[in-house]
């Protein structure tokens, strides 16, 4: 039995900043003893815009986590999504100096870099790179050619970078917090651990993640990632759009869009009368409940359009035979798994976070999906670091093994 272990996993919303801490317990499992939130000051779509505003956003979060778990811990996973985040998908083979006695890791390596290359430019850095599948001379499809005979090995690959510079404002940020990235997540990935299962993975599906300021989309299919892509389209629009239709308060927006607010009008919608507060002590007026839901069903609308743009970019929508699974703060907007379901015919559900324990009021919610993603993938990480062999540790972890393919 290893000295007890803690993972601290500090997630940068576009809203706030979500921080968890969680002890491993025997037999690898997780239990939350930490949470911490923060409005997400100093970041414009996931983008640093103030240092110091950043940093008293994660150290104010990760030190609430902290003090209520009641434990010090000074490395953390950092979860991100932004406008300076690409994803690709890239092709690298090499020659196999000596085929006959079995395919190495070294050889692996090299296809996966000579794919990195292809697609990544010097002022990118990548932060993962996952092998989808492998093909040895004429054999495709290999998941893992180590020790096979061959003369050509070739990798197709999804990369996914980010610039540097935007990057390390990041690394400052949390460095300045009194801590050190021990790595760096692309949100929708981290979500993907937490809320989807092998066999949604397997049949086909899109996992959506709607924050504040982005709407975060990885695609799997035949348990592979597909696609991944970060769209700066979130619900912070949806309140926004309340603020200017109705000249009201930013924060009166969002308290109409959670407490009455629907992505689907309603035929009763226009009898039911709200109270709307204004700006610059202007009176308050009432108006039809259907007023305040055509509002949001057009942004939803939107939402929804660029999230099916990403979708048959990648593969057709009939291909997703798991359907859609939405997370996020803003997946809880009542009506917009029924409107999803609606627009693109395709069965929709809501995705809350497990493979944990503990605070399950709190981390049993959409909106600590990435947080708790990054949990699993940190534990699954230290582990692998661990084994001289990651076969066996790959058994174990196989969702996060294969998905995100990090073998070396």
């Given at each position: 039995?290893?000295?007890e272990?803690?993972?601290?996993?500090?997630?940068?919303?576009?809203?706030?900043v979500?921080?968890?801490?969680a002890?491993?317990?025997?037999g690898?499992?997780?239990?939350?003893?930490?949470?911490?939130?923060?409005?997400?000051e100093?970041?414009?779509?996931?983008?640093?815009?103030?240092?110091?505003?950043?940093?008293?956003?994660?150290?104010?979060?990760?030190?609430k986590?902290?003090?209520?778990?009641?434990?010090?811990?000074?490395?953390a996973?950092?979860?991100?999504?932004?406008?300076?985040?690409?994803?690709?998908?890239?092709?690298?083979?090499?020659?196999?100096l000596q085929?006959?006695?079995?395919?190495t890791?070294?050889?692996?390596?090299?296809?996966i870099?000579?794919?990195?290359?292809m697609?990544?430019?010097?002022e990118?850095?990548v932060?993962?790179?996952?092998?989808r599948?492998?093909?040895v001379?004429?054999v495709?499809?290999v998941?893992d050619?180590?020790?096979?005979?061959?003369?050509l090995?070739?990798?197709?690959?999804?990369?996914v970078?980010?610039?540097?510079?935007?990057?390390?404002?990041?690394?400052?940020?949390v460095?300045?917090?009194?801590?050190r990235?021990?790595?760096?997540?692309?949100?929708?990935i981290?979500?993907?651990l937490?809320?989807?299962?092998?066999?949604?993975?397997?049949?086909g599906?899109?996992?959506?993640?709607?924050?504040g300021?982005?709407?975060?989309?990885?695609?799997?299919?035949?348990?592979?990632?597909?696609?991944?892509?970060?769209?700066?389209?979130?619900g912070?629009?949806?309140?926004?759009?309340?603020a200017?239709y109705?000249?009201?308060?930013?924060?009166?927006?969002?308290?109409?869009?959670?407490?009455f607010?629907?992505?689907?009008?309603?035929?009763g919608?226009?009898?039911?009368?709200?109270?709307?507060?204004?700006?610059?002590?202007?009176p308050?007026?009432e108006?039809?409940?259907s007023?305040?839901?055509?509002?949001?069903e057009?942004?939803?609308?939107?939402?929804?359009?660029?999230?099916?743009?990403?979708i048959?970019a990648?593969?057709?929508?009939?291909?997703?035979?798991?359907?859609?699974?939405?997370?996020?703060?803003?997946?809880?907007?009542?009506?917009?798994?029924?409107k999803?379901?609606?627009?693109?015919?395709?069965?929709?559900?809501?995705?809350?976070?497990?493979?944990?324990?503990?605070?399950?009021?709190?981390?049993?919610?959409?909106?600590?999906s990435?947080?708790i993603?990054?949990?699993?993938?940190?534990?699954?990480?230290?582990?692998?670091?661990?084994?001289?062999?990651?076969?066996?540790?790959?058994a174990?972890?196989?969702?996060?093994?294969?998905?995100?393919g990090?073998?070396?």
């Amino acid at each position: 039995m290893r000295n007890e272990e803690h993972i601290l996993a500090i997630d940068l919303g576009t809203t706030k900043v979500c921080a968890v801490v969680a002890r491993v317990l025997a037999g690898d499992e997780l239990e939350t003893i930490g949470v911490g939130t923060h409005p997400s000051e100093g970041l414009q779509n996931g983008t640093v815009v103030d240092l110091e505003r950043t940093t008293r956003s994660i150290e104010s979060a990760a030190q609430k986590a902290l003090a209520t778990a009641g434990v010090d811990i000074r490395k953390a996973w950092i979860g991100i999504a932004a406008s300076f985040i690409q994803s690709y998908n890239s092709r690298g083979s090499v020659a196999v100096l000596q085929g006959q006695r079995g395919i190495t890791k070294a050889d692996m390596k090299s296809a996966i870099r000579a794919a990195v290359d292809m697609k990544i430019p010097p002022e990118m850095k990548v932060l993962h790179q996952i092998p989808r599948w492998f093909r040895v001379d004429d054999v495709t499809g290999v998941r893992d050619p180590e020790g096979m005979v061959g003369n050509l090995l070739e990798v197709d690959l999804h990369v996914v970078g980010g610039r540097k510079n935007d990057i390390a404002n990041i690394e400052r940020a949390v460095h300045a917090a009194g801590f050190r990235a021990e790595g760096m997540m692309l949100q929708p990935i981290a979500s993907s651990l937490s809320v989807l299962s092998d066999d949604e993975m397997d049949a086909g599906v899109a996992m959506i993640d709607i924050g504040g300021g982005t709407t975060d989309i990885a695609i799997y299919k035949e348990g592979q990632i597909i696609a991944s892509k970060v769209v700066l389209i979130g619900g912070d629009l949806i309140t926004k759009d309340i603020a200017s239709y109705f000249a009201a308060p930013s924060e009166h927006a969002e308290t109409l869009k959670k407490t009455f607010g629907s992505a689907i009008v309603t035929p009763g919608d226009e009898n039911e009368m709200i109270e709307i507060q204004r700006i610059r002590n202007r009176p308050s007026k009432e108006a039809p409940r259907s007023e305040l839901n055509f509002v949001i069903e057009a942004r939803v609308e939107q939402i929804i359009q660029q999230v099916e743009r990403t979708i048959v970019a990648a593969l057709p929508l009939e291909e997703l035979v798991a359907g859609i699974v939405l997370t996020g703060g803003t997946s809880m907007l009542s009506g917009l798994t029924e409107k999803f379901q609606s627009e693109l015919r395709l069965e929709t559900h809501l995705g809350i976070p497990g493979g944990v324990t503990g605070f399950t009021d709190i981390v049993k919610s959409p909106t600590c999906s990435t947080a708790i993603g990054m949990l699993l993938y940190a534990l699954a990480e230290r582990r692998r670091r661990e084994e001289e062999d990651g076969n066996a540790f790959q058994a174990m972890f196989r969702r996060l093994g294969t998905m995100i393919g990090n073998y070396f």
